[in-house]
């Protein structure tokens, strides 16, 4: 920490609650762009300034401002939309962005490429399908996941509800969204946040909420958890977690990604003033000088668990029991199609590193709106950024399937890594990006599917997730295997993942390029067919062989070398 104080605060209490100049940079045609202040604001609008990098270069060879467009990111609480809301968010993807769709490792979905003029009816047409994009990014709560597979209709239905509650109390409270985008009447006198104040929170702010025994939510990854606790398949409560995280800069030894801490257990009554709770601790103790560690996880590190529960406990109201038992097995999707206890059905589609297109003959977007047009249940995007054709009943089950086997949506022929496996957007949209991503995690796929084929062990799921830099969009801190972006072509090999996200992996080998990812894991992967047990999972294994070490207190040992 510099003791400077952090622009952005400034930026944001001047932004009269999130208006800023949006409107004057929205109607100057002579940029592409946003004026600085305004493109921090839209993000709490749901949508960043982005150009295209591919393009950088070309640009300036002509003396052309960068290649603007911008990012839009919707607010779908668990994922769930209705087979109506999917023809919209296709339509207006084919129409106003660049023509794909992106499914996020927040359940919700993403466009690329839209121009400045084409935002206003971009947002418009979206929230005519009662879909918004407040607090899709910025410094407020997140989209708030929820396990996405309904095959426990009752107990599922009532969590993800839950799920929906939290996300509407944690909404920032300003009509500025309505009054620039959506024509609402300005509002009389000052508008107010009595949540969050004018000055939001230091730092973006996630919550999730989890059905156990599957964490495809990575619950403990973000700042904010709960655990439903059922009895018979009745929700009894929920064990709160709090402080988990992912971003880390390279080389910087005061980062580190976090698994959440338990505070305990609590009734289902309790959820909203506990979620308050702790998102206004936050808010009041989050450090607001340094955005590099503004997260909870650090104020939760510097102000100690018990200080960071008392406070919870006092401005909640609500006493923690003690946690109960859980049990989580997976954090990977489960595939193809899988009953539920009403005699619906689910069919998960595997959609590769989250991108809805139609390429090399796979006709996954057109695949989907035609289902789209026959389904009558609904959609769910999962946090592994695959799709659920949710509740379809008995009697349409079977059309469901023959579309899916026409368009090729079945995920049948792919191997088990791979659907286990995902990748962040990287390259050429995220300003962030030192190394590929999605562009280029099948290709790298294909070559490690050869080596696990070639020491028989193509049958285990390894969860191996690539990002384009340590900043974690894909989660690669608790893979087996993370592949993170260090420069062109050059990953950092993170190692010893659980397989269901209860286990921080931990750096192995710096700076590789591709020839040394292969011969490392070519290893790794001798050693595992050779000596694991039964059953073993890869992460386990290279913890229990001793390749690495696992993680006790990342605070202190997540840089120590091993
Ligand atoms: Fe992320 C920033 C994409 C999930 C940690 N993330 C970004 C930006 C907006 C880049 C930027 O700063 O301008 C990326 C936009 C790329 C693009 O062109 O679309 C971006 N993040 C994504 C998505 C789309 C990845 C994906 O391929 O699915 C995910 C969108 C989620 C959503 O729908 O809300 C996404 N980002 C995550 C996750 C995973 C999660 O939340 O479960 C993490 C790690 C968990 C965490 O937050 O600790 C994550 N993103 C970050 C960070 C690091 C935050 C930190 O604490 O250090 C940044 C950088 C930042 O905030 O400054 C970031
Ligand atoms: Fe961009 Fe880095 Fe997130 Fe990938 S991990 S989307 S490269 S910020």
């Known amino acids: 920490m510099d003791g400077a ?105 993403q466009y690329h490429g839209i121009l400045k003029h084409k935002l206003k009816p971009l947002i418009r047409r979206i929230n005519q399908a009662m879909i918004d994009s407040i607090g899709g990014c910025g410094d407020v709560n997140r989209n708030v996941l929820c396990n996405p597979n309904p095959e426990h209709s009752a107990l599922h239905a009532e969590v993800y509800d839950w799920a929906r509650r939290i996300s509407e109390h944690l909404l920032p409270k300003t009509r500025a969204y309505h009054e620039i985008w959506l024509d609402g009447e300005p509002v009389a006198g000052t508008d107010s946040e009595p949540m969050y104040g004018n000055t939001y929170l230091p730092r973006k702010f996630k919550t999730a909420v989890a059905i156990p025994p599957h964490n495809d939510v990575d619950v403990y990854t973000n700042d904010l958890g709960f655990i439903a606790i059922a009895d018979d398949d009745r929700l009894i409560g929920f064990n709160v977690l709090a402080g988990g995280g992912m971003g880390t800069t390279h ?13 305990g257990f609590i009734r289902p009554q309790d959820v909203l003033a506990v979620a308050e709770a ?19 996880k650090y104020t939760i590190e510097r102000m100690g668990l018990d200080a960071f529960i008392a406070q919870v406990e006092t401005r909640s109201g609500v006493r923690f029991g003690p946690s109960r038992p859980v049990r989580f097995v997976t954090q ?3 595939f193809g199609w899988v009953p539920n206890a009403d005699g619906s059905w689910n069919l998960t589609l595997y959609v590769e590193n989250g991108r809805v297109e139609d390429r090399d003959g796979r006709r996954l977007m057109s695949g989907l ?31 469901i399937d023959e ?17 286990a496996s995902i990748a962040c957007v990287a390259l050429p949209t995220c300003p962030q990006a030192m190394a590929e991503a999605e562009r280029y995690f099948p290709e ?43 420069g062109p072509g050059r990953y950092n090999l993170h190692l010893g993942g659980d397989g269901s996200g209860l286990r921080l992996a931990r750096l192995y080998r710096k700076n590789l390029n591709e020839g040394e990812i292969l011969e490392t894991l070519a290893e790794l992967f001798a050693r595992y067919a050779e000596r694991s047990e039964p059953g073993e999972r890869f992460g386990d294994f290279v913890v229990r062989d001793g390749v690495i070490a696992p993680v006790v207190n990342p605070a202190e040992d997540y840089h120590v070398d091993t």
Request: proline share 3%; aromatic share 6%; hydrophobic share 35%.
């Open 403 to 419: 579309l899916a086997r026409e368009y090729r949506l079945l995920a049948e022929r792919r191997g088990s890594i791979r659907l």
């Open 444 to 486: 790298l796929l294909d070559k490690i599917e050869r080596l696990a084929a070639e020491h028989a062990i193509d049958d285990r799921a390894i969860v191996m997730r690539m990002t384009g830099c340590p900043n974690g969009c894909a989660r690669p801190f608790v893979a087996e295997v993370g592949l993170v972006g260090k």
């Open 251 to 263: 080389e910087d030894k005061t980062t580190f990604p976090r698994l959440a801490d338990e505070l």
């Open 278 to 296: 702790v998102l206004t601790t936050q808010r009041d103790f989050g450090n607001r000088d340094s955005r590099r560690h503004a997260r909870l």
């Open 369 to 399: 709106r035609v289902i789209a047009e026959q389904h009558h249940g609904e959609f769910r995007i999962t946090a592994n950024q695959n799709l659920v054709v949710a509740r379809v009943a008995d009697a349409y089950k079977a059309v």
């Open 5 to 109: 104080v952090n622009p952005n605060e400034s930026i944001k209490a001047r932004s009269r609650f999130l208006r800023g100049t949006l409107q004057q940079s929205m109607a100057d045609s002579l940029t592409g762009a946003l004026s600085p202040d305004d493109a921090q604001i839209s993000k709490f609008h749901g949508f960043y300034e982005q150009d295209d990098r591919d393009r950088r270069i070309e640009r300036r060879e002509r003396y052309l401002e960068p290649y603007y467009s911008f990012m839009l990111r919707a607010r779908l609480p668990g994922g769930v939309c209705t087979p109506a809301q999917w023809l919209t968010i296709d339509s207006v993807g084919r129409e106003l962005g660049n023509g794909t769709i992106r499914l996020t490792t927040r359940q919700t979905f």
């Open 332 to 334: 990977g999707d489960r």
